[in-house]
Nanobody, 118 residues
């Protein structure tokens, strides 16, 4: 089992920055692709960014150039650096771990709220 705990969310003004962290415990996530998803009120959960076990990243078009995903396997942690935030980025952000081989071996964190407002 893998437990994922997100942190770093909060209230930020438009144009501001935040860094989200997702700390994994229970086992190493070096064999997992990691991702950040978000869900705004009344909307479906959507992909924000993913990073493979080998460090290849993928970002949603809406966040390209503003967000960066990274991972530190020594710390069993994945990060989402968010800059130039705007109100449309307001959502609950969830961390996901997906095993690179076993499709049914995946986990979600509990989410962290990000609110962009003046």
């Amino acid at each position: 089992q893998v437990q994922l705990v997100e942190s770093g969310g909060g209230l930020v003004q438009p144009g501001g920055s935040l860094r989200l962290s997702c700390a994994a415990s229970g086992r190493t996530v070096s064999g997992y692709a990691m991702g950040w998803y978000r869900q705004a009120p009344g909307k479906q959960r959507e992909l924000v960014a993913t990073i493979t076990a080998g460090g290849v990243t993928n970002l949603a078009d809406s966040v390209k150039g503003r967000f960066t995903i990274s991972r530190d396997n020594d710390k069993n942690t994945v990060y989402l650096q968010m800059t130039s935030l705007n109100p449309e980025d307001t959502a609950v952000y969830y961390c996901n771990a997906q095993h690179i081989i076993f499709a049914d071996d995946f986990y979600w964190g509990q989410g962290t709220q990000v609110t962009v407002s003046s």
